[in-house]
């Protein structure tokens, strides 16, 4: 099962292989059945897969800045507490 085919989803190059990929089944609307079109689909399902792993490791590198960021301001946090306790 594909992602949903909407261009504005998926990069340029995905797009051309979705477009390729509709035509080839309108074209051939009995023979997409018995794998004329069969190519065309490997072809756009592979480009999604490495728009998803893109996007994972975009997501993973923006998670890591998120979370040293929090940490940040943990310790922040800690140092200001520790410096409220010793002065009372």
Do not use: W
Request: glycine share 2%; with cysteine.
């Amino acid at each position: 099962m594909h992602p949903d085919l909407s261009p504005h989803l998926h990069t340029n190059e995905c797009n051309t292989f979705t477009f390729e990929y509709k035509d080839c089944t309108e074209k051939h609307r009995f023979l997409k059945f018995l794998g004329r079109c069969d190519d065309a689909y490997n072809r756009m399902v592979h480009c999604f897969h490495l728009e998803r792993l893109a996007k994972r490791q975009k997501n993973y590198e923006k998670s890591m800045k998120h979370q040293e960021l929090v940490r940040q301001k943990i310790l922040i946090e800690m140092r200001e507490e520790k410096k409220q306790e010793l002065e009372m």
